[in-house]
Nanobody, 123 residues
Framework: QVQLVESGGGLVQAGGSLRLSCAAS????????IGWFRQAPGKEREFVAT????????YYADSVKGRFTASRDNAKNTVYLQMNSLKPEDTAVYYC????????????????WGQGTQVTVSS
């Protein structure tokens, strides 16, 4: 079983940066793919980024490509989402999710979810 805790959210002006962290429990964290998702008020949860178990493969939603970077440190059981050039439309609750031996954009393929962290970008 894996428990996930996100942190690093907050209020930032447009053009600014934040780094989200997703800290995981569990001794087999290095076998889990991680997805980052976000959900704005009144909207469905949407895919943001994903990273495989080694950190050697990532891909991103078109809306964040070139601005967001996912990385992980398996020794620290932590995954990061560096968010640069933030826009007001990036405002949402951000979630990390884990799935053993899967990484990708499918919400339903992730079994473990964190509680979310709020990111607010002001114009």
């Amino acid at each position: 079983q894996v428990q996930l805790v996100e942190s690093g959210g907050g209020l930032v002006q447009a053009g600014g940066s934040l780094r989200l962290s997703c800290a995981a429990s569990g001794r087999t964290f290095s076998t889990y793919g991680i997805g980052w998702f976000r959900q704005a008020p009144g909207k469905e949860r949407e895919f943001v980024a994903t990273i495989n178990w080694t950190g050697g493969s990532t891909y991103y939603a078109d809306s964040v490509k070139g601005r967001f970077t996912a990385s992980r440190d398996n020794a620290k059981n932590t995954v990061y989402l560096q968010m640069n050039s933030l826009k007001p439309e990036d405002t949402a609750v951000y979630y990390c999710a884990a799935s053993r031996n899967y990484y990708g954009h499918s919400v339903s393929s992730y079994f473990y979810w964190g509680q979310g962290t709020q990111v607010t970008v002001s114009s």
